[in-house]
């Protein structure tokens, strides 16, 4: 914001500094000059070293979240929940570093809107597991449901089993890599990011894809509107072989012979928008 | 959104009514206005268990019209005279609410004429009829549902069930699940999800002389379904042909006297979660209610879209 005023800001304008707001609504303004706007408020300094253990059986999504967040205020690193009981929405909203050890199975909505923490879970993912992730990395070793990874920014979001249908629906950003095979409508209306699926695939892949890579190690059902098939290159297979030994998929893959997937940009089209506008549409 | 469950014991009999209330209890919130259940238990094969209803629950939330009580008794003597009517008997007869019934009785296999007759009692709707199945649905969640009808201890080898937030239609037993088979011998549905030709193809099988009793598109899959065991299909066949003949996004469950089936539509947009074991199949819209049975770590996965399984118990 260098050079402009701060009463200059169009927000001053439009009068939004000087109204009272009720409810629920707040707005917290970013000044880059102040450090501490650079963490998330109650992002705490944790110590991996220092490890807790929660017993989830008796307790509600609730308590466990505000369990969760009371360990990491007193500086809790490692934080290992045990009997999840396929419970839905545990350990959402974590905007830091952080290990998260799940000792079995999340049911929906799993490690949502996270930003930073690295999550293993033994068990599987009911729907829409790490919907909203910024950064981070979750690491599943069973199944996932459906709407896996949807909406997601950044990060890395692992399965080494198989997923169900809209996997990586609506995704900015990121990588998600699954380790079997993905139903119908994968990558549907994905904007940006890589979505890696080492088996096979259901129909309609990539539907509506605005951006973004589909690579697929097994068969493709059908593809859905605008997605279209590319060729591989060098660069794509060195990522492919770093990025899946990372993410510890021990599947046998001949990565020269994936199937890469693209838009088409039949139906949209960035490139005719300005950046600004692109930028917003993102 | 709807909650739905199914679970089969392979070759055993075990408390299906506890848990099925189990499942449907942890599934509530998908669905709190009605809960139903649909339940194979040990019967002796030889004579068929009729559940109906002369009237409905109207207490708070229900969106049936208030009616004095003392219909019911009139309605429940005409049955009776009815059912003597075209030659069947009545083994065993048991109110189970002021406004439902449990008969056992005694009648051809033919089931469509004793259905027929049953039914032209004023408000009356036959629930279940059938050599093992008990279909049991009324307002209220799993337990209040299970209390009030006695399904606590109820024994079989599987049964399926629904937890309904009413959407297109209203909050009465009539339009809540599961639905029979109508006129088969223990065919029961339930249904998570919206079917948009629903008119059409009720006005097609209405055309065909099959029958509806409320204007909830769930009942539009077993009505299909019973055409089509009516025309001797095979379950499975039936099934696969569903997801070509509705339109939609559907889950559902389908159980006969021996087995259990389930269907997802091509789109997969409803949830379902299968656990199969060597003796245990268990199905459910969340995992959470296959862990009311199965405390402890287990495998599941999302069935994926267009697929047909079906069980034998």
């Known amino acids: 914001m260098a050079g402009i005023k701060k009463s200059e800001h169009k927000s001053y304008g439009m009068g939004l500094h000087d109204e009272v707001l009720t409810g629920r609504t707040q707005q917290t303004f970013f000044n880059s000059e102040e450090a501490e706007n650079f963490f998330y408020h109650d992002a705490f300094d944790v110590d991996f070293n220092k490890r807790a253990t929660i017993d989830a059986e008796k307790l509600q999504c609730k308590e466990l979240n505000k369990k969760i967040k009371e360990l990491i205020k007193q500086g809790y690193g490692t934080i290992v929940l045990k009997n999840p009981g396929a419970k839905h929405s545990l350990g959402v909203g974590i905007l830091q570093k952080l290990n998260l050890i799940v000792e079995g199975s999340l049911g929906y909505f799993g490690v949502g809107s996270i930003d930073g923490p690295v999550v293993r879970i033994s068990g599987r993912v009911g729907w829409s597991c790490a919907e909203n992730m910024m950064s981070g990395k979750v690491v599943i070793e069973k199944n996932a449901g459906s709407c896996f990874g949807a909406a997601i920014r950044g990060g890395d979001l692992i399965c080494k089993g198989s997923v169900g249908a809209r996997s990586g629906i609506d995704m900015k950003g990121g990588t998600i890599i699954i380790g079997g095979d993905a139903g119908a409508f994968t990558g549907f209306m994905m904007q940006r990011g890589r979505i890696v699926i080492c088996g096979d695939v259901g129909a309609n892949l990539g539907d509506s894809l605005y951006d973004g890579t589909i690579f697929v190690g097994g068969k493709i059902k059908s593809l859905g509107a605008d997605a279209v098939e590319t060729e591989m290159t060098d660069l794509d297979v060195d990522w492919l072989k770093r990025k899946l030994k990372v993410a510890e998929i021990d599947r046998k893959i001949d990565f020269s012979k994936m199937t890469k997937i693209v838009s088409g940009k039949k139906l949209w089209n960035y490139d005719n928008l300005e950046p600004s506008e692109r930028k917003g549409a993102i | ?313």
């Open chain 2, 1 to 313: 959104m709807c909650g739905i469950a199914g679970l089969i014991h392979k070759g055993k009999s075990t408390n299906v009514g506890g848990e099925m209330q189990d499942m449907l209890q942890s599934l509530k919130h998908r669905g709190p206005d009605s809960t139903g259940f649909a339940l194979y238990g040990d019967n002796d094969s030889k004579n068929y268990i009729l559940r109906f209803k002369v009237g409905e629950n109207v207490k708070e939330g229900s969106s049936a019209k208030n009616e004095d009580s003392k219909v019911y008794e009139k309605r429940k003597d005409d049955v009776n005279s009815e059912i003597t009517k075209v030659g069947a008997e009545i083994i065993e007869e048991k109110r189970i609410t002021p406004y439902s019934f449990r008969y056992v009785i005694k009648t051809k296999d033919d089931l469509l004429e004793i259905a027929q007759k049953i039914e032209s009692v004023e408000m009356t709707e036959i629930l279940s009829l059938g050599r093992s199945l008990e279909l049991v649905k009324d307002i209220g969640d799993a337990s209040v549902v299970a209390k009030q009808y006695g399904l606590s201890n109820f024994n079989g080898t599987h049964g399926i069930g629904h937890t309904r937030m009413a959407t297109e239609s209203g909050v009465d037993i009539r339009s809540a699940h599961p639905f029979w088979g109508y006129p088969f011998s223990d065919v029961s549905v339930v249904h998570n999800g919206q079917l948009t030709n629903y008119w059409n193809t009720r006005r097609a099988l209405e055309n065909l002389g099959m029958r509806f009793m409320s204007t909830c598109d769930s009942e539009l899959i077993a009505v299909y379904i019973a055409n089509k065991i009516r025309k001797g299909v095979e379950l499975e066949e039936a099934m696969k042909s569903s997801l070509e003949d509705l339109d939609g996004v559907f889950t559902y469950l389908v159980a006969t006297k021996d087995k259990l089936g389930m269907a997802k539509d091509h789109m997969a947009a409803k949830p379902m979660v299968l656990y199969e074991s060597d003796d245990l199949v268990a199905l459910a819209s969340e995992e959470v209610a296959i862990r009311s049975l199965l405390p402890h770590e287990i495998d599941t996965y999302d069935p994926y879209e267009g697929e047909v399984k079906v069980w034998q118990a």
